[in-house]
């Protein structure tokens, strides 16, 4: 409710109260009340004025303000340093040493990480592994069935959880799965993941929303096409164009699928006076386009036209295609915002000593003054008790996610794909991941993953229970 419906709401009922009682005299206990009033009426201001102030100064320039980072106990750094070396990949040893550290509250995450690094990497079984147990994690609270369910109910209700992620994080991990399973030459739980992937973008933590991620129900539709199931491809591609305009007019059936990945999705940091609002701010990096693919080496162009598949930042700051505010206790606050317990009570207690003033009600003297300090309470409180946003995240994703297509298969491993930024052109290298009977699929983006390992925030060492065991499970996993 905004600050005029408030005012409305305060004038009638002072109206209907100066109807009710008349004009009296004012006694002074009514005169105590109204001087209770005015104190109380300075105070919200002020803390009203002051908290727009901080507002604004953070709307200007949010930034993303990590806790202290806490040593790391000599024996567990010699166990990680000892397992992370076991990597052949030397280059991932720092995320593999992270993983063994950080245990599993941020097992999730790390996992996310790894299989990012290793996929852009071109180790295929390494990412598969990493992707899998990162599936796994995710599928204990948000599958599709009444287990999970049961499961997240007991999960949302602690104060300190493992990390999930935020649905766009979970979504783009099944797609990532999904590109595994199809550069296995596994179609079939390939489109799986991409449905699951659709699936993860309609829900929250404590609620769900219609989903409006067409890039994943357009690669299921890729992998049906590829598993040799054309029908089913073009439903697929019919439902990606309901919740994305972009895709409509595209198809499914081509041969090759160029896949190229630009920019970052926005940053998450804590917002509100506490740091108690999750909130997103994009990163402020120069807009690219992707023009053209083409083979290294020469020869005609794989593809002269791109289409944004996905805008992630759209998908991370919007459920349901509404845009998001902040996320508060798991749940979304809207653009057109709330009304709170403490504007109501603090409406009803103004009222009250208003209506005391014009008439010398004692009763409403003393309802107006327990409504004043009600509502400076419940706000006080309110702020007081609001833990910090979660503002661990997937810092390697990508904000846009780019399609091209073409008739005819080609031969080269890779191709270059031309980049314009800001009038300048660059030619960066797209990897084939799929080379089917059916079907080719080329991937590739422009930041290396490793690139943003500086920005994962401090070490957090395991503290959870099961990290022991834990451990000795990553050991296993990834054991050559």
């Not at 992998?223 to 029908?231: F, I, P």
């Not at 603090?346 to 208003?354: D, E, F, R, Y």
């Amino acid at each position: 409710m905004s600050a005029r419906p408030v005012s409305r709401l305060r004038a009638s009922c002072v109206s209907v109260a100066l109807a009710c009682g008349g004009l009296w005299a004012v006694p002074a206990h009514a005169q105590f009340g109204g001087l209770f009033q005015n104190i109380m009426q300075m105070q919200m201001q002020q803390q009203q004025q002051q908290q727009a102030k901080q507002a604004a100064e953070q709307a200007a320039n949010p930034t993303k303000k990590w806790g202290a980072s806490k040593p790391v106990a000599p024996e567990v750094q010699a166990a990680a340093t000892e397992f992370a070396g076991k990597v052949p990949a030397a280059d991932l040893r720092p995320l593999m040493e992270r993983l063994f550290i950080e245990g599993e509250r941020n097992a999730t995450l790390n996992l996310q990480r790894i299989g990012m690094a290793a996929l852009a990497a071109g180790n295929v079984d390494l990412a598969e592994k990493a992707f899998e147990a990162a599936v796994a994690r995710i599928e204990m609270i948000y599958a599709d069935n009444p287990e999970a369910q049961k499961a997240k109910s007991l999960w949302s209700a602690e104060k300190v959880k493992d990390f999930k992620g935020e649905p766009y994080e979970r979504s783009m991990t099944y797609f990532y799965r999904g590109l595994v399973w199809a550069a296995k030459g596994d179609f079939q739980n390939a489109r799986a993941m991409f449905k699951q992937a659709d699936y993860q973008d309609t829900v929250a933590e404590a609620e769900q929303y219609a989903g409006d991620f067409g890039l994943m129900p357009y690669m299921a539709g890729w992998a049906s096409y590829c598993d040799g199931n054309t029908q089913l491809s073009k439903e697929f591609v019919q439902q990606a164009a309901k919740g994305d305009k972009a895709y409509e007019g595209l198809s499914a059936d081509r041969p090759v699928l160029v896949l190229f990945e630009t920019g970052r999705v926005p940053f998450k940091y804590g917002g509100g006076k506490f740091g108690e609002a999750l909130m997103w701010q994009s990163h402020k990096l120069a807009d690219t386009t992707v023009k053209k693919a083409c083979p290294e080496g020469g020869g005609a162009c794989v593809s002269e036209q791109f289409t944004v598949g996905a805008d992630v930042g759209y998908q991370a700051t919007t459920r349901g295609g509404r845009p998001v505010d902040a996320v508060l206790g798991g749940k979304a606050s809207f653009k057109e915002g709330a009304q709170t317990v403490s504007d109501v009570a603090s409406t009803i207690g103004a009222v009250g000593l208003q209506t005391a003033l014009a008439t010398g009600n004692r009763d409403a003297a003393g309802l107006g003054m327990v409504g004043m300090f009600a509502g400076l309470v419940a706000q006080g409180v309110a702020q007081s008790t609001q833990a910090q946003a979660d503002i661990r995240e997937w810092e390697q994703l990508p904000g846009t996610v780019w399609l091209g297509s073409a008739d005819r298969k080609v031969t080269a491993a890779k191709v270059g794909v031309t980049l314009e930024s800001e009038g300048n052109t660059s030619v960066v290298p797209a990897t084939r991941l799929v080379n089917s009977q059916r079907c080719q699929l080329y991937w590739g983006r422009n930041l290396a993953p490793m690139s943003l390992l500086s920005e994962a925030g401090p070490l957090e060492p395991g503290e959870h229970q099961r990290d022991g065991a834990f451990r000795q499970e990553v050991q296993a996993l990834f054991a050559q």
